[in-house]
Structures are given as C-alpha cells and as structure tokens.
C-alpha cells in the first residue's frame, strides 16, 4: 500500500483523492448495515461509526476551513442551508412514512427527530424507540456538531482553530472514558460523549496542512500501525472490540487512514475507495443509512422470518434498500441538492489584486 507525497505534486488528481475519502464513507455504510442485518456483536461493533464520524469531521472542516483561509466571507446561514437541502429530503421521507403508518408509536415522537433530537429522546427514554429511527441518534451528534462548527471557525483567528480543536478532543475523551466516576450513565456516555471522532477528524484535517506533519502520517509504518490497531480485536482478549480502550486507540487509527486517503492510496486500495462503485455507494449512502430500518420495516411485516439478522436478511434487505435510496437520489435528493448553488458558503472580496485572486461578492460567487 502506497500514498502519493502531497508535499510534492500529487501523482493523484485532487478529485480522485477526494473520492477515496467518499469510498470510506461507502464502507462505513456497508458496515452499518452488517451490523444492523447481520451480526448484532461483532468484534470491533463501535468502528463503523468512528470511521463516519472521523471522515464527516474532517471534511466539514476542509470546507471551511479552507473557505475561511481563501479570504472574503463564510456565510454561516447558507452553510446551514446547504445542509438541511442535503440532509432533511431524506429525513422528511423517513419521518413521514413512519408518521403514516405510525410505526412503533411513531407519531407522538415525530417532532423529536425532525428537530435532529433523537439522541436526546433516546437518552431521556432510555431507551431506542421507536426502533426505526434509532439509527439517527449518530446524525444528530454530527448535526449538533455542525451548528457550533461553523461559528468557531468563522469568529476565531486560524491558529485558535487548533487549540479549541484539541481541547474539545481532550475534553470529550475524558469525559467517555470517565463517564461513570462523573456519574454519566450508559446512555449519556453513548449518545452525546460518543462524538469524540468527529474532534479527532477535524484536528486531523488541521494537522495533515503541514507538510512534515502530513508526510510522517501517510508513511507506510503509520499506516500499517494503525491497521493493526483497527484489526487487534480478531487477534486480542475476547470484548476488547467493544471496550472504551478500542474505542479511544481507532480515533487517531481511523484519522491517520482518512489522511491516507486524502492523500491518495495508490496501488489496489486507491483504486477500489477510488472506484465507480465506491463512488455511487457513497452519493447514495445517505438515503441507504436513512431508509434501510423502514425498507427492513416494512419486508419484515411482510415475511417475519427476516426479522431475524442473518445473512439472507442482509441479502435482501440490502439490495432493496439500495434500490429505494437510488430512486430517492435522482428523484428526489440530488434536484433538491442542486439548489446549494445559490446558497455559497464563502464569497471572496475583489480589491483590485486581491491576495485571494478572487472576485467580490457582487462578481462571481463560489462553493467552498
């Protein structure tokens, strides 16, 4: 396995190497689904959630951060606005079908997680109900933590970034690993200390800027070191795989194979993150995450059998999810998405020569 030097000029395409983060988006969908379709307890259950959260973390804060540093404006409320076009399609599909056939008392609970307040009710419930949108719980912390995000990064000087970046990793690592002597229960500890990646992924993209920083991760040794950190459940005590121990070590694991990524595998694993199939799982990996509980609803209703997880429920269950999130993506998401154009979230300033190269707000608007 090896990475193009981004220190020096990329042998990889920016867009190609963009792609792989995608296709490892697409891989934290499939493992979702495993998990939920087909085995209840693996040994390493917690990862496909870190890796989500790691590359929605680091991601976010390339956008802005890189829009920031281009010079102009970052326009917080068509941030906003960008993320509700890409997100609440697929949510108002979700929440309106369990609202018809009030699925597991639905309807009483609609408000909460259309309000992206799920983990909230589930920790005040104690419990994931209705069952259906129990998934959304790991949305929501992301959501939650795209309505600061944006703020800290716009109101603090570039160099500040890091050092709230670092403390909220301290911080949040601290407080999962102390939950109990803080006298945070389990459902606590879960549904709002659990956001920890998310941190790491955003410190991640701040830390791979720096050439040295950045060639020191995408080294083949950091790469294999923190391969064997991801797979030392299949080799270590049993219930390591779900210990806060594991949890804590595949935070900085995860992040250094996002920057693998963003930096560009080469060789077979570039090209299979790279892929078209990666590609289009990941464009419709949203609606497959959002759907696959209401598609498993509604077939189990049908045939109770494969209310059991196994491997002919992940089959099936899967492939009619699929199918159901592609209508929904060229249907319905992705013309609702295509209205993020009007909604840019920076302008760059025209000052005659400006340092930004860039042209007013008045002249030519451009996407971060």
């Not at 870190?50 to 680091?58: C, D, I, K, Q, T």
């Not at 992206?116 to 992301?142: C, D, G, T």
């Not at 102390?178 to 920890?196: F, T």
């Not at 299949?234 to 779900?242: D, I, L, S």
């Amino acid at each position: 396995m090896t990475m193009s030097n981004p220190a020096a000029p990329p042998g990889i395409p920016h867009q190609q190497r963009r792609a792989q983060i995608d296709g490892l988006r697409a891989l934290a969908m499939v493992g979702v689904l495993y998990v939920h379709l087909y085995d209840k307890s693996p040994q390493t259950e917690g990862l496909r959630v870190a890796l989500f959260f790691v590359v929605s973390g680091f991601l976010i804060t390339h956008i802005l951060y890189t829009a920031k540093e281009r010079g102009g404006h970052i326009h917080v409320l068509n941030f906003y606005i960008r993320r509700a076009l890409r997100l609440f399609p697929a949510l108002a599909i979700l929440v309106g079908m369990a609202s018809i056939f009030d699925i597991d008392g639905f309807r009483q609970e609609a408000l909460w997680h259309l309000a992206q307040l799920s983990n909230v009710r589930f920790m005040l419930l104690e419990a994931y109900k209705p069952w259906v949108v129990s998934h959304l719980w790991s949305l929501n912390i992301l959501e939650q933590f795209y309505l600061i995000w944006p703020i800290v990064i716009l109101f603090l000087p570039l160099h500040r970034i890091y050092v709230v970046t670092l403390v909220l990793i301290v911080g949040l690592t601290f407080a999962f690993a102390n939950a109990d002597a803080l006298g945070i229960g389990g459902w606590g500890k879960q549904l709002v200390l659990s956001g920890g990646p998310v941190a790491f992924g955003a410190f991640a993209y701040l830390l791979q800027r720096h050439g040295r920083v950045r060639d020191v991760v995408c080294t083949p040794l950091a790469v294999t070191t923190s391969l064997a950190v991801i797979f030392a459940p299949f080799v270590a005590w049993e219930g390591f795989g779900n210990s806060d121990s594991y949890r804590l070590l595949t935070m900085p694991a995860l992040s250094v194979i996002v920057v693998g990524a963003f930096a560009g595998f080469r060789g077979p694993v570039g090209w299979v993150l790279g892929s078209a199939p990666a590609r289009f799982a990941s464009q419709i990996s949203y609606g497959v995450y959002m759907y696959h509980l209401l598609v498993w609803w509604a077939v189990g209703e049908t045939f109770p059998h494969l209310y059991q997880p196994n491997f002919q429920t992940f089959l099936i269950i899967t492939a009619l999810t699929v199918v159901a999130a592609t209508l929904s993506w060229y249907l319905i998401e992705e013309p609702i998405s295509r209205l993020k154009r009007h909604f840019p979230t920076a302008t760059r300033e025209h000052t005659g020569q400006d340092r930004s190269g860039g042209l007013s707000a008045d002249a030519t608007k451009r996407p971060a």
